[in-house]
């Protein structure tokens, strides 16, 4: 097969499988498919000279700048962001394949097709993206290889003085058949496929047994502040601006969850001079392995929402739970990472024990939720020395009222209605308490200011109230399929005792929604590679015994639906027990070695490919030429040993000069005339061949 063929037979497949996957995503419509359909084909009939002109070149550029253009206005207009750059990723793929003139064009389309399986990993959930991967696996080896090879002949034979320009002898040397062979392509897919088969083999057979969800201790970054025995007042809420992925929730149902998502994370009872902390108190431990850990009441009988939270704050083991949740189970969907172990104090504060850094757990939210919480409500009314003004901003906004849930809708409204402001600033204050800064002088702060005035002028007023740590917001992640709450929806907010249990109050005005993470190119982006970081962790990292027994029960299941007997299979048919899982691995392992070894056999049974004629002759006339004191230097091409030879006067120079020229027309030229060259180069050969029996030697 000629090398230009091959290679281009090749690199259609590769781009073919890149385009087919994004296809496959679901996010091009009929008519762009259409449209990338022709191209494709298109493209194929376009080579040579056409693609080397200056004009065509320049007209792909303007097009591909156009499409760049209309893609950047729809997603900035009229359509997601993300579909519009996978479009676009399409067009730049028919661009290149449209102007392939050189080995750097051909790695270009290699780079874009491995982009579009990238995305094709998110984008497309079918089990048959298994086949498409596998066609990846084959096909791989076969597009670097010929790339790498053509870029070798590039620099040996092209003219520099080309450049872009179409290379005629460049093309003749390529379109030469010889340079890859069945062999090649046999060989190559052989190797490939045994390889994959035994990694997969060796993943699917040896789980993970440790290490978490998400991975080692460390991968889930940096820690989150504000949920550890303390938090100061100036540092928590200055986080809205940070894009960091810390919680994800995935319900078990499609039904949408509503937004924004209120997360619980832990609630403080004491406050000292700019500074919340918790009391120490006895904890209720719990083994979730065991039974469910109760959190609330339900008042009807609907059953709750099972939604799993997979939480990443780093060293912080306080449990989020959302709001409304009735308990927490372990998880059912894998052992790694999973939360076992974990301790209740009051103020529904929730903590894991001796768990990874990344937690995963079950929680059961309900609409109708009672909080089962029988506590001593005196640590709520605690006011520290010194807030005496604060107390009498409180009964003058209160008025004559004392109805509790009178009272904190009031000062709710007076703290959220426009008197203060939003912002992350930070002002530094050492002579008075922070919070009286913020309620007498400053006048504006961020959320834990808001919510640490309204703790204290409800105390003062003797309704119990404390103050609450957690996350409000979330945005749903189309690509994965999950919700997720970052880093900057971290917020702070008030629970007072009101009519016998505590009830959420916000008193940060709604511009704290104004002031954060903008809803833009960027957070589609990190949405994209969040989903890769998800199925990454879920599927690879997060594969344990538990997954292992589900996949083989699914594999089981299917060999059940395909039979067409009614009754079910005895277990000893196909029984994955742990016992027989490594006489399986053993087996597979050795059948697949045993094929691929019959595979190269049979591959070196058919030797090397024969050496050509021409060549086989131009070897001959360097033995010739050698034992007439003639040999060519190894570092010298033919022409450059001719051209010596006459330099220094050889009498033979002209008969060796005649073979040369006929190897050349024969080698790279594609002369028609085969047999007339092959007769000059023998003819030259017997030439030197007389002249060694005559004993001659110019030296």
């Given at each position: 097969?000629?090398f ?35 191209g ?12 080397a002109?200056?004009r ?16 950047g ?6 359509e ?14 028919l661009s ?5 003139k050189?080995?750097?064009d051909y ?5 874009l ?6 995305a ?7 089990l048959s ?7 990846y696996?084959v096909?791989t080896p ?5 790339t ?25 040397v390529?379109?030469r058949?010889g340079?890859v ?22 993943f699917?057979?040896?789980p ?33 601006t ?12 499609d ?5 924004p ?18 009391t120490?108190t ?5 083994s ?16 709750p929402?099972?939604i ?15 709001e ?17 172990q974990v301790e209740?104090r ?8 001796g ?10 939210v309900a609409?109708?939720?009672e909080p ?8 709520y ?12 901003l409180?009964?003058e ?7 509790p ?8 409204r ?15 204050v050492d ?24 703790v ?11 103050n ?16 997720a ?8 907010w ?19 929604d ?9 957070t589609s ?10 199925h ?10 538990q ?23 005895p ?10 899982t490594?006489?399986l ?6 059948g697949?070695?045993l ?24 070897l ?13 230097v ?9 051209a ?29 005339d085969?047999?007339a060259r092959?007769?000059?180069m023998?003819?030259a ?15």
């Amino acid at each position: 097969m000629r090398f230009s063929v091959a290679h281009d037979v090749v690199t259609y497949l590769f781009a073919g499988l890149g385009l087919l996957a994004l296809h496959l995503g679901g996010t091009f419509s009929p008519g762009f498919s259409a449209l990338l359909v022709l191209g494709f084909f298109g493209s194929t009939l376009l080579r040579g000279e056409r693609i080397a002109s200056r004009r065509y070149s320049n007209a792909i550029t303007v097009a591909l700048g156009a499409a760049l253009v209309v893609q950047g206005l729809r997603a900035i207009f009229f359509e997601p962001f993300f579909p519009m750059a996978i479009e676009f990723a399409a067009l730049l793929q028919l661009s290149r394949l449209a102007h392939r003139k050189r080995a750097a064009d051909y790695k270009q389309i290699a780079g874009l097709s491995i982009l579009h399986l990238v995305a094709a990993t998110v984008l497309y959930r079918d089990l048959s993206y298994a086949a498409l991967f596998g066609a990846y696996v084959v096909v791989t080896p076969w597009m670097l290889g010929l790339t790498q090879v053509r870029e070798a002949l590039e620099g040996q034979y092209a003219d520099p003085e080309k450049n872009d320009a179409h290379d005629e002898k460049l093309a003749a040397v390529l379109a030469r058949p010889g340079w890859v062979g069945p062999g090649f392509f046999v060989g190559t897919a052989a190797l490939s496929l045994f390889l994959v088969a035994v990694t997969v083999t060796l993943f699917l057979a040896f789980p993970r047994v440790s290490g978490g969800f998400l991975g080692l201790r460390g991968g889930a970054g940096g820690s989150v502040t504000g949920f550890g025995e303390d938090v100061s007042l100036g540092g928590f809420g200055t986080i809205r601006t940070d894009r960091r992925v810390v919680v994800r929730l995935m319900p078990a149902s499609d039904e949408p969850l509503p937004l924004p998502i209120v997360l619980r994370g832990t609630s403080f009872d004491r406050y000292e001079q700019g500074r919340w902390l918790r009391t120490d108190t006895p904890a209720e431990r719990a083994s979730l392995a065991r039974a469910p850990l109760g959190l609330a009441r339900m008042a009807s009988p609907e059953p709750p929402r099972r939604i799993t939270v997979v939480s990443e704050l780093g060293d912080e083991p306080v449990l989020l739970v959302p709001e409304g949740t009735v308990r927490i189970e372990r998880t059912r969907d894998a052992a790694g990472g999973a939360v076992d172990q974990v301790e209740l104090r009051p103020g529904v504060d929730l903590r894991a024990i001796g768990a990874a850094s990344v937690r995963r757990y079950d929680v059961f939210v309900a609409a109708d939720a009672e909080p089962r919480e029988a506590e001593d409500l005196a640590r709520y009314l605690v006011l520290p020395d010194g807030m005496e003004r604060v107390a009498r901003l409180a009964r003058e906004i209160a008025g004559e009222e004392s109805r509790p849930l009178a009272v904190a809708r009031a000062i709710e409204r007076h703290l959220s209605g426009g008197a203060y402001a939003y912002t992350l600033d930070q002002v530094s204050v050492d002579d008075v308490d922070p919070v009286e800064h913020f309620l007498f002088v400053r006048r504006a702060g961020h959320c834990e200011y808001f919510s640490t005035a309204m703790v204290l002028m409800l105390r003062a007023l003797g309704v119990p109230a404390r103050n609450v740590t957690g996350f409000v917001g979330g945005r749903f992640n189309e690509y994965g399929g999950y919700y997720a709450v970052q880093q900057g929806d971290a917020h702070s907010w008030v629970e007072a005792y009101v009519d016998g249990r505590f009830v959420r109050f916000d008193p940060t005005p709604p511009s704290r929604d104004a002031v954060g993470i903008d809803d833009g190119l960027l957070t589609s982006l990190q949405a994209f590679v969040d989903s890769l970081r998800m199925h990454w962790y879920e599927n690879v990292v997060g594969y344990d015994f538990q997954k292992q027994r589900a996949l083989f029960q699914a594999i089981k299941g299917l060999s059940r639906a395909r039979s067409t007997h009614a009754e079910p299979e005895p277990r000893a048919e196909l029984a994955f027990d742990g016992a027989r899982t490594p006489l399986l691995v053993l087996a597979l392992l050795l059948g697949l070695g045993l094929g691929a070894v019959l595979v190269l056999r049979r591959v070196r049974r058919k030797g090397p490919a024969e050496t050509p004629a021409e060549v086989r002759l131009l070897l001959s006339l360097e033995a010739r030429a050698l034992s007439l004191g003639a040999a060519r230097v190894e570092s010298e091409t033919p022409l450059e040993w001719v051209a010596r030879l006459e330099a220094e006067g050889a009498p033979f120079a002209a008969v060796i000069a005649r073979g040369v020229e006929a190897y050349l027309a024969l080698r790279y030229g594609g002369a028609p005339d085969r047999e007339a060259r092959l007769e000059a180069m023998r003819e030259a050969v017997d030439a030197l061949a007389r002249l060694g029996r005559q004993g001659a030697n110019w030296k």
